[in-house]
């Protein structure tokens, strides 16, 4: 199965500041998720990156707060910008290779904000 | 809409002793269904998946599902269980191609604790 390279692993920021996640894939991929997780808890989508255009967003998530970029089939961007401290979770990317096989993950990201 | 219950927030078994880890869900079509595991600061592992065919489904390390369609269930099992299954488990849900879109819809997760 295709790796995702994630990073950073882990980080800890000021407040109001933004953060930049990278997610790289050694192979094409035809959809990529960002996800949300709190330690011990369920994972939430954050939004769906297309490749080229803007990322589809679910309800709670904007584009202002979590701008996306796909400018093509292997890589992945996520920032989180203007953060405070509910904003301190795992971020975790997401790639779905053909329709019928299972999605696979990056390592995540652990953010503190403080 | 789609959906997953894991009613057990946490499951604690024996080592060599069988587990089950519990799933059940809902979804408008054909489900596909995965089974993943998340060990301490790290990334989901997948383990294995239902997809169509034979309703007892075999995976990584041992571990097996079977998918129950008149129950809506998918539990994940494993005859003798070992301290190294200590873990996060998560089960994900989405539509069949065509039916709907492609993201996954996850469990609250149930962990599950193996005792030496």
């Known amino acids: 199965s295709a790796v995702i390279s994630q990073k950073p692993s882990r980080d800890i920021c000021q407040r109001g500041t933004s953060l930049t996640i990278q997610c790289q894939v050694d192979?094409?991929?035809?959809?990529m998720f960002w996800y949300r997780q709190q330690p011990g808890q369920s994972l939430t989508l954050i939004a769906t990156?297309?490749?080229?255009?803007?990322?589809?967003?679910e309800s709670g998530f904007v584009i202002d707060k979590f701008p996306i970029s796909r400018p093509n089939l292997t890589f992945s961007t996520l920032t989180v910008s203007n953060m405070s401290p509910e904003d301190s979770s795992i971020y975790l990317c997401?790639?779905?290779?053909?329709?019928?096989?299972?999605?696979?993950f990056g390592q995540g990201t652990r953010l503190t904000v403080v | 809409a789609q959906s997953v219950a894991q009613p057990e927030d946490q499951v604690n078994v024996a080592e060599g002793n069988p587990l089950t880890v519990k799933c059940t869900y809902s979804?408008?079509?054909?489900?596909?269904l995965f089974w993943y595991v998340q060990y301490p600061n790290r990334g989901l592992q997948f383990l294995l998946k239902?997809?169509?065919?034979?309703?007892l489904v075999k995976g990584s390390y041992g571990f097996e599902a079977e998918f129950n369609k008149s129950q809506t269930s998918f539990h994940l099992k494993k005859p003798s269980a070992l301290v190294s299954d200590s873990a996060l488990y998560f089960c994900?849900?989405?539509?069949?191609?065509?039916?709907?879109?492609?993201?996954?819809?996850f469990g609250k997760g149930t962990k599950l604790s193996v005792i030496p």
């Open positions: 990156a297309n490749q080229g255009s803007e990322a589809t967003y």
């Open positions: 979804v408008s079509g054909n489900p596909y």
């Open positions: 997401s790639g779905l290779g053909l329709p019928n096989t299972e999605a696979f």
């Open positions: 239902y997809i169509t065919g034979d309703n």
């Open positions: 994900a849900v989405r539509d069949e191609p065509g039916a709907g879109s492609y993201q996954l819809t």
């Open positions: 192979s094409q991929v035809t959809m």
